[in-house]
């Protein structure tokens, strides 16, 4: 499957980017919301305790990429990307249910690794089907965030006025529901198709013969010039076990990715400037709504403080890919 035929799929980890990033920067709308219907049962005017709630989702979603790339690896992108959409959706549907906040601290966190889980897998799927155009297709698929948070808050904010939040967690389920059907477009190009095209196995009945009585299978391949080579492929299980369950822990640390902190001089610099840009972040799109407010600014206009973060993420998102 050439890069042109891959272009499906872009839009579709396009589309979960901004519905998982742009729902995580719309959670400054329902912390107000939260704030009324919840502050009076806690501790002071429960401020510190929703807001460790609503910026938890993005903590949940940035911090779930080990596990999402892991499950990548050893399940492929798709499966991941359609749990991670029915995760968040069924998260954000219950939070709908709440009576009080207890039941917010399960169903919020939920929808977070929901969301973690099919955004980092959209960023993966990008570098499996994009080699030539990977810094273009990197730049279009990063813009979703910023499209995400330039609308979805405004969209939240108009929900919540016109049916309550509780009716608008419903409504906003079933968007993002929508990451599933991205995730049923999420097919990453096979290089087993590939040799599959180009070889054909020849497996005898009998396939403990030579190489001292190991098995194995022989299969003839098609060369560039026309012609054909025949091979024999010695699979040794003994030694494969053995050498399997002695890399165990590395092999776990380098699904999950952490080896390469303290193999990647440069990756681990870089981990600090993240967390550091993460927290300020967070903090800003959660509160930011709410003291726009106190200050007497409407609450249409306070949800678009949101999106003007959005707007100038855009415009720097969608040259990073060429930088």
Request: charged content about 15%.
């Amino acid at each position: 499957m050439g890069e042109n035929q891959n272009w499906p799929i872009l839009c579709a980890a396009f589309v979960t980017q901004a519905l998982t990033h742009g729902f995580a920067g719309s959670m400054g709308v329902f912390y107000v919301e939260w704030k009324k219907s919840f502050g009076e049962d806690l501790h002071g005017d429960g401020s510190s305790t929703i807001g460790w709630l609503t910026s938890s989702v993005f903590g949940v979603l940035l911090s779930t990429g080990p596990i999402s790339g892991a499950l990548s690896h050893h399940f492929g992108v798709r499966p991941v990307v359609m749990l991670g959409g029915s995760l968040s959706a069924l998260g954000i549907f219950f939070s709908s249910f709440a009576k009080t906040i207890h039941l917010l601290f399960f169903t919020v966190p939920l929808t977070g690794f929901g969301c973690g889980l099919a955004y980092a897998s959209s960023i993966t799927i990008i570098t499996k089907c994009f080699h030539k155009h990977f810094a273009l297709a990197s730049g279009i698929a990063s813009t979703g965030i910023s499209v995400g948070v330039m609308t979805l808050p405004i969209i939240i904010q108009a929900l919540v006025k016109y049916y309550t939040w509780r009716n608008a967690t419903m409504i906003v389920a079933g968007i993002i529901a929508q990451v599933m059907v991205c995730g049923a477009l999420m097919k990453p190009p096979s290089e087993l198709d590939k040799l599959v095209e180009t070889t054909e196995f020849n497996v005898p009945e009998k396939s403990t013969q030579d190489y001292d009585q190991e098995p194995c299978a022989y299969a003839r391949i098609s060369t560039e010039d026309g012609g054909e080579m025949e091979t024999a492929v010695v699979i040794k299980n003994d030694v494969l076990a053995k050498e399997s369950r002695k890399n165990n822990f590395g092999v776990i640390l380098d699904s999950l990715g952490l080896s390469l902190i303290w193999t990647n001089r440069v990756y681990a610099c870089t981990l600090p400037m993240f967390f550091l840009n993460g927290a300020v972040y967070t903090t800003f799109l959660v509160y930011i709504k709410e003291r726009a407010e106190k200050v007497g600014i409407s609450d249409y206009n306070a949800a678009l403080l949101i999106s003007i973060i959005g707007i100038s993420g855009l415009v720097a998102r969608a040259g990073h890919g060429r930088l």
